[in-house]
């Protein structure tokens, strides 16, 4: 069965850095696409970002592109996520979810195409 889950949340201030990760288990990580998505309070699910199953191939929401980098530890079976530039709107609670088709650019930010989420980790960017 596959489970993933995240770490790595916390408070930060702007302009500051954090780095999640999510560990997938059941499942190897060169089998999957994986995603990284979040959720703002009274917002919908946003997609951040999303990695191939090669780690070749990636793709990142308008609003963290340049800030933010995914990759794969295809050792460990984790994928990052490192935030650079943190700002106030960055703050929500980041989801690692497991894909189920073929990677598309664009369409892998969206949930539709992912299939085993985890329970979330908070990151909150504050003064």
């Known amino acids: 069965q596959l489970q993933v889950v995240e770490s790595g949340g916390g408070l930060v201030q702007p302009g500051e850095s954090l780095k999640l990760s999510c560990l997938l288990s059941g499942g190897k990580m060169d089998s999957y696409n994986m995603g990284w998505f979040r959720q703002a309070p009274g917002k919908d699910l946003e997609g951040v970002s999303c990695i191939s199953i090669t780690g070749i191939n990636k793709d990142y929401g308008n609003s963290v592109k340049g800030r933010f980098t995914i990759s794969k530890d295809f050792a460990k079976n984790v994928v990052y996520l490192q935030m650079s530039s943190l700002k106030p709107e960055d703050t929500g609670v980041y989801y690692c979810?497991?894909?189920?088709?073929?990677?598309?650019?664009?369409?892998?930010?969206?949930?539709?195409?992912?299939?085993?989420w985890g329970q979330g980790t908070q990151v909150t960017v504050s003064p």
């Open positions: 979810a497991v894909g189920t088709d073929w990677f598309v650019q664009r369409q892998c930010l969206m949930r539709n195409q992912y299939g085993t």
